[in-house]
């Protein structure tokens, strides 16, 4: 059973950037198709951004399109959310996700296609 730690969450400005890392505690985290949701005040968890098992397959929520970047490092059990052109509405609870699969091209967009999670990393951007 793997265990995902956030880091990175913070306090910023409107228009800043921010880096989010998930790590993973499992060696076959390459098995592990992963993914980033945000919870804010009053809302459910929704989809932020996907990545297959390789790397090489993303997907991203229309809202953060441009914005986000998701990036893994199998040699290193991590999977980070580059932020920029952080907004208000961007401010919520992060929440690192994985499944194993079997697809090397394949990523989840959805939440109950989960069945780890971290903790989550708050962020909260100011206008």
């Known amino acids: 059973q793997v265990q995902l730690v956030e880091s990175g969450g913070g306090l910023l400005q409107a228009g800043g950037s921010l880096r989010l890392s998930c790590a993973a505690s499992d060696r076959t985290f390459s098995t592990y198709a992963m993914g980033w949701f945000r919870q804010g005040p009053g809302k459910e968890r929704e989809f932020v951004a996907a990545?297959?098992?390789?790397?090489?397959?993303?997907a991203y929520a229309d809202s953060v399109k441009g914005r986000f970047t998701i990036s893994r490092d199998n040699a290193k059990n991590t999977v980070d959310l580059q932020m920029n052109k952080l907004k208000p509405e961007d401010t919520a609870v992060y929440y690192c996700?994985?499944?194993?699969?079997?697809?090397?091209?394949?990523?989840?967009?959805?939440?109950?296609?989960?069945?780890?999670w971290g903790q989550g990393t708050q962020v909260t951007v100011s206008s």
């Open positions: 990545i297959s098992l390789s790397g090489g397959s993303t």
């Open positions: 996700a994985a499944r194993r699969a079997y697809l090397g091209n394949y990523y989840y967009t959805q939440k109950q296609h989960y069945n780890y």
